[in-house]
């Protein structure tokens, strides 16, 4: 078996490589979106995600005969779009987060900190293995706990946290959203 590995082949392998990385990235971003509810956005990334796929894979059946490392290709690209996916959606940050921060000491100015961020922060008072502590409990978007925990670690660094997903929130308080003024006023919900 030999696997014709001329300039045309190895061009033509990298773009289904690239097919392949696109098309399962926005697979992995369409399946993230279900999760989260967001079920428009994932109906035009399934029909994109979709469209892709039966190109590629249409081309590959006819190919693969003549030319197997065109499969390789087709496999390195379906597992580097997996990984190239999440990657996205880690900088994406679809969705709300519940951020449980516990302090043995600093509860309130991290507390205050937080507010100042622009978001809200509810505190209960605990008992842990060596003492009382404050738990604070903070609902953000995904895309703003990095800051968040990073204000946090500042006030202090060994503070002891857990982050979870959140699939619905009833009110979110936004750093610096701004008010709709003007004809947007008249589109804003009530």
């Known amino acids: 078996m030999t696997f014709h590995l ?7 392998g990298l773009v289904i490589f690239c097919s392949r990385v696109a098309d399962v990235s926005i697979g992995t971003l369409r399946t993230i979106s279900i999760v989260n509810g967001r079920s428009l956005v994932a ?3 399934g029909m994109v995600e979709i469209s892709l796929w039966l190109a590629v894979v249409s081309t590959v059946i006819l190919e693969i005969g003549q030319r197997p490392i065109l499969g390789v290709f087709y496999v390195l690209g379906f597992a580097t779009g997996n990984a190239v996916g999440i990657a996205i959606e880690r900088r994406i940050a679809f969705g709300h987060a519940v951020m449980r921060v516990f302090t043995a000491g600093r509860g309130r100015e991290m507390a205050q900190a937080v507010r100042n961020m622009g978001h809200g922060v509810t505190t209960f008072a605990g008992e842990g293995v060596a003492g009382p502590v404050t738990e604070l409990l903070i609902v953000s978007r995904r895309r703003d706990q990095k800051k968040i925990l990073a204000t946090i670690r500042t006030i202090e660094p060994k503070a002891f946290y857990v982050t979870e997903q ?3 929130v009833s009110k979110l308080y936004r750093p610096l959203a701004p008010q709709p003024t003007g004809w947007r006023s008249v589109l804003k919900k009530k």
């Open 6 to 12: 001329d300039t045309p082949t190895l061009l033509f």
């Open 43 to 45: 109906f035009f990334l």
């Open 166 to 168: 959140v699939g619905a």
